[in-house]
Nanobody, 124 residues
Framework: VPLVESGGGLVQAGGSLRLSCEAS????????MAWFRQAPGKEREFVGA????????YYAASVRGRFTISRDKFGTTAPLQMNGLKPEDTAVYYC??????????????????WGQGTQVTVCS
């Protein structure tokens, strides 16, 4: 299922951005969707996720309280609202999705569908 991302860009520290992710096809019950990011020279890391089954949200400690993931009623979009951005948030952000629900802390291997990535740059 193709995932289409948008909303990246350049912002000053303390600012906000909203990333969008939309799955091009609906599935019964929707998707579990997540965001990961990869900074230059670093491995891809988990940012946040929202579970298809119950809408439970998960956040990495580094973004908890600043980032919010949500979904529409069909479970096919997963916007990521990012507030209080810091230079260390600079990375390529990837949207990911899986048809199933997840029963544990989200792992990269849980997700079979990935977006192309969108660049977020936070300047100090």
């Amino acid at each position: 299922v193709p995932l289409v991302e948008s909303g990246g860009g350049l912002v000053q520290a303390g600012g906000s951005l909203r990333l969008s992710c939309e799955a091009s096809a609906r599935t019964f019950g929707g998707y579990t969707m997540a965001w990961f990011r990869q900074a230059p020279g670093k491995e891809r890391e988990f940012v946040g996720a929202i579970n298809r089954r119950d809408g439970r949200t998960y956040y990495a400690a580094s973004v908890r309280g600043r980032f919010t993931i949500s979904r529409d009623k069909f479970g096919t979009t997963a916007p990521l609202q990012m507030n209080g951005l810091k230079p260390e948030d600079t990375a390529v952000y990837y949207c990911a999705a899986t048809i199933g629900a997840i029963a544990r802390w989200p792992q990269e291997s849980d997700f079979g569908y990935w977006g192309q990535g969108t660049q977020v740059t936070v300047c100090s």
